[in-house]
């Protein structure tokens, strides 16, 4: 079973839902990214969550206090998550006596492949754990599904809905105004995920990109991520350059600026179309990712059409975001210029 088949396997198992009674507790079936039929508790009391974009996505929900244990990513919106236990760790994966030692009721991982991950999924299901694996990707075809599993689970289907609504307006918005582009119209984008490094069509931000109205040029390389030359940058003359910020913690204004500021000094790129008309922006990771995703997309379709979205402020709906579904305020810059 094809990542498509799994997809809408699993879309459609969240619309043919059904309930049932296991022993004293009521189960719900879902299809996991694994193409799988599991049952897991409804209204689970305790969950370990490994990867980090379920995490964000109870916390949005209002359940974050059900969260015992964690991979080893603190999601950007979750601070409080980084006082919780640990339960994996680069390189080797999840600690399953750990895990067992946490007494969940359910356990999320990623749905990777390799022999650990595997073997650990064996041994938390013959303790009698249940174990949800949600797609790790962050595109809406598999974050909304997500979100609408975790709502059914926890039963937050009205708080669901609002999240979802709210999700889907915007990148709804951006598909609506970018759908009718012409090929000429849509201006040519190189990101750069680190310094040579960029992303070809089987990424996420291949997504990203091509909802924004823009075109990737290294969409059709041979590899996910790979190297390139300042001389190849140069050759394909994008029109647009975004370079991605790191950083654990938010980034500021200063350094922001210092990454565009080093990217259009760069000799290699000095002659390239977006650095002569000083088209290049900096976006933070975690506008790439997870809730953020919707964001960065708001972001990209800005940068690549101003006059298309001059009415719109991602910096508003980022903070409105926050707001309403983690009751933060807004802190640190996400994206410069």
């Known amino acids: 079973m094809n990542k498509d088949q799994i997809i809408i396997l699993w879309v459609v ?26 049952a897991v508790p409804l209204n689970p009391e305790r969950i370990v969550v490994l990867p980090s974009t ?11 206090d059900r969260i015992v244990g964690r991979g080893v990513s603190v999601p950007a919106y979750c601070p409080s998550a980084e006082d919780l236990p640990c339960i994996a760790s680069c390189g ?9 030692d ?15 991950p595997a073997a650990a999924v064996e041994r938390l299901q013959e303790a009698g754990i249940p174990v949800l694996r949600l797609p790790s990707s962050c595109d809406p075809e598999t974050l909304l599904p997500q979100i609408e599993t975790l709502g059914l689970i926890l039963n937050k289907e009205e708080r669901t809905d609002e999240f979802v609504g709210f999700i889907k307006e915007y990148l709804d918005l951006i598909e609506e105004r970018t759908k009718d582009l012409e090929q000429d119209e849509r201006p040519t984008v190189y990101f750069e995920c680190k310094e040579d490094k ?12 091509d909802l924004a109205g823009g075109t990737n040029i290294a969409a059709e390389q041979s590899v996910e991520r790979p190297v390139v030359s300042p001389e190849w940058v140069l050759e394909m003359d994008p029109d647009i350059v975004v370079v991605s910020a790191s950083g654990s913690s938010p980034n500021t204004e200063e350094t922001m600026r210092g990454m565009v500021e080093e990217t259009l000094s760069r000799p290699g790129l000095k002659e390239a179309k977006a650095v002569k008309e000083e088209r290049v922006h900096a976006i933070s990771k975690k506008l790439m990712k997870g809730i953020g995703m919707p964001i960065g997309c708001l972001y990209f379709a800005k940068w690549f059409h101003p006059d298309l979205f001059e009415d719109i402020d991602p910096e508003e709906v980022h903070r409105e975001l926050l707001q309403r579904f983690f009751d933060q305020e807004l802190e640190g810059v996400y994206a410069y210029p």
Not at 23 to 29: I, L, R
Not at 32 to 38: F, I, N
Not at 54 to 64: C, K, Q, R, S, T
Not at 198 to 209: D, K, R, W
């Open 102 to 116: 946490l007494t969940p009721d359910l356990v999320i991982m990623c749905p990777s492949g390799g022999n650990k």
């Open 54 to 64: 379920p995490i964000e996505l109870i916390y949005a929900l209002g359940e974050g």
């Open 92 to 100: 080797v994966g999840p600690n399953v006596e750990a895990i067992l």
């Open 198 to 209: 960029t992303v070809n069509g089987e990424t996420p931000l291949q997504h990203h990109i």
């Open 13 to 38: 198992c969240l619309l043919t839902i059904s309930f049932t009674a296991g022993g004293e507790k009521e189960t719900v079936s879902v299809v996991d990214a694994c193409g799988e039929s599991v």
